[in-house]
C-alpha cells in the first residue's frame, strides 16, 4: 500500500496542518519539489505527492540502480509478463457512492479549467486484450469529469465502442505503486497489455508477479488506493486549460465525459496528487521513453550505454546519450536514431562512455572540448515534433543534434587528465 511505501522514505515532509484543495498542496510540492509530500488533513483526506520525485528513489525502491532502470524498464517492455489473479484486495473492503466534489482532487493553478485528477489511469478491456493508460480528468460535478483522450490505444476502443452504439465500460485506479505507474506510461503496440509490463517490473525487483483482482469483469492491480468503476460516454464538453509537462498551459479542446459510477477505497487511503510539470511528472512521463530511444540507437551503434532525458528539457525534449564510437559518423547515426525513438525529442547531444550522462557539468565539459558547431552540429527544419513545445508552431519543430563525441583519430587529445 502507498502508506508502507512513503513510510520507508527518510526525507518525506509531513504536513500536519489542513491544507486546502485548491492551490495550497501546489505550494507545498512546489517548494519541497524531489522531496515526497504527505499532507495529513486535506479537508479530511490524506494527500501524497512528490513520491516518485527523483530517478535514484525510483531505481532504490525499484532495488536497482539508475543504469539498472533503464535496462529494467527495457527487458520489461520487451518481455511482458502473466499477471497472477488472486480473489481479494483491501480496496474492495470500502464501497461508496461517487461524489468527485468531496474527493481531493487538487486544483492546481489559477488559470486551470477545474479540479483535476493527474495521476489517475483508466483500465480498459476489449475482447481479451487489457489497456492501462494515464490519462487526466477535469471534475465537471458530482459524477462527471472531462477526460483527455489522445489518438493512441484507449482512443481507439473507445472510438469502437462509440461507433457500436456503446459507451466503453473502464476502471480507474488511483494511488498506485512505481511498477504500474511506470507501465501504464509506456508506449507500446496495441495488444501488449501494460499490466503484463507490470508484472515484468514486478519480477524482476520483487520476485513476484503483479497480483490483480477482477472488478466487474476488469482486471484491476490490488495495491491501487482507489478504484472507479466508470464508463466514458459519447458526450463532448470543453477540457482545459492545464498546466502540462512543460509548465505552460494545453489548449482547450473538445473531449469526452467519463461518467463515475461507483467507488472502493483502501481503509484510510492516502490520494496521489500528481503536481503538473513537477519532477514526478518528468520521471514517470519521461522514464519509459528513454527505453525507446536506448533501443532505436543500439539498432545503428553496437555499444550505447545509457539515455537520460534530462529534466531540464522536461524530461520530454531533451536527451543525452551516451555510446562508443566504432566509426566516425556514428555520433550523427545515433543522433537521428535518437530522434526516430522518441519523436517529441527536440535536442539530443550524444557523448562517448567516458561522460557522465546523469551529471550536466559533465556533459556540458563534452559539448565545450569535443564539439565544434560547423561539422559536428545537426539539424533538420521542419520536422514533427511535440504538441507540448510552445515555441513549435502546428506541430511541426526544428531538431538539433550536438555530436559531442572524440575524434577516432585524434582521442588522446580528448582525456580528460587523471591521477592513474
Request: glycine share 6%.
Amino acid at each position: 500500500m502507498l502508506r508502507e511505501i512513503i513510510e520507508k522514505f527518510d526525507d518525506t515532509v509531513i504536513v500536519d496542518k489542513p491544507v486546502k484543495k485548491e492551490y495550497e498542496i501546489t505550494k507545498y510540492l512546489l517548494k519541497y519539489k524531489d522531496r515526497p509530500v504527505l499532507f495529513k488533513d486535506v479537508e479530511g483526506w490524506e494527500v501524497a505527492g512528490n513520491i516518485w520525485s527523483t530517478r535514484d528513489r525510483i531505481a532504490k525502491f525499484l532495488n536497482t540502480d539508475k543504469k539498472g532502470l533503464l535496462e529494467l524498464l527495457a527487458y520489461s517492455m520487451e518481455n511482458p509478463s502473466k499477471y497472477e489473479i488472486v480473489d481479494d484486495a483491501e480496496f474492495l473492503r470500502n464501497e461508496n457512492e461517487v461524489n468527485l466534489l468531496d474527493l481531493p482532487v487538487p486544483k492546481f493553478y489559477p488559470k486551470d479549467g477545474g479540479r483535476y485528477f493527474t495521476s489517475a489511469i483508466v483500465v480498459a478491456k476489449r475482447g481479451d486484450f487489457v489497456n492501462l493508460s494515464f490519462h487526466r480528468m477535469m471534475i465537471l460535478d458530482e459524477n462527471k469529469a472531462a477526460i483527455r483522450i489522445v489518438p493512441r490505444h484507449l482512443y481507439a476502443m473507445w472510438k469502437e465502442s462509440v461507433e457500436s452504439g456503446e459507451e466503453l465500460e473502464v476502471r480507474i485506479i488511483v494511488g498506485n505503486p512505481i511498477h504500474v505507474l511506470l507501465a501504464g506510461a509506456t508506449s507500446v503496440a496495441y495488444g501488449i497489455s501494460e499490466l503484463e509490463i507490470a508484472s515484468t517490473i514486478s519480477r524482476r525487483a520483487f520476485g513476484r508477479p503483479l497480483e490483480v483482482v477482477d472488478v466487474n469483469g476488469i482486471p484491476v492491480p490490488v495495491e491501487s488506493e482507489f478504484v472507479f468503476e466508470a464508463k466514458i460516454t459519447d458526450e463532448m464538453v470543453d477540457e482545459g486549460p492545464f498546466v502540462d509537462i512543460t509548465g505552460t498551459y494545453d489548449i482547450v479542446r473538445k473531449q469526452p465525459v467519463v461518467v463515475f459510477e461507483k467507488m472502493y477505497h483502501v481503509d484510510n487511503p492516502i490520494f496521489h496528487a500528481l503536481l503538473p510539470g513537477g519532477y514526478e511528472h518528468y520521471m514517470l512521463m519521461g522514464l519509459p521513453k528513454e527505453p525507446q530511444i536506448y533501443t532505436s540507437v543500439k539498432r545503428v551503434v553496437p555499444k550505447v550505454h545509457g539515455v537520460r532525458l534530462t529534466e531540464g528539457g522536461c524530461m520530454w525534449l531533451h536527451a543525452v546519450v551516451s555510446i562508443t564510437k566504432q566509426h566516425e559518423g556514428d555520433g550523427k547515426n545515433a543522433i537521428l536514431a535518437a530522434f526516430a525513438g522518441h519523436p517529441s525529442l527536440k535536442r539530443v547531444i550524444v557523448v562517448d562512455e567516458d561522460i557522465d550522462i546523469y551529471d550536466d557539468r559533465e556533459v556540458e565539459w563534452a559539448v565545450a572540448t569535443r564539439f565544434q558547431p560547423d561539422k559536428d552540429l545537426v539539424i533538420i527544419p521542419n520536422a514533427r515534433g511535440s504538441s507540448l513545445d510552445p515555441s513549435g508552431k502546428d506541430g511541426l519543430t526544428a531538431k538539433w543534434g550536438i555530436d559531442a563525441t572524440k575524434s577516432l583519430d585524434r582521442k588522446e587529445e580528448f582525456e580528460k587528465a587523471r591521477l592513474e
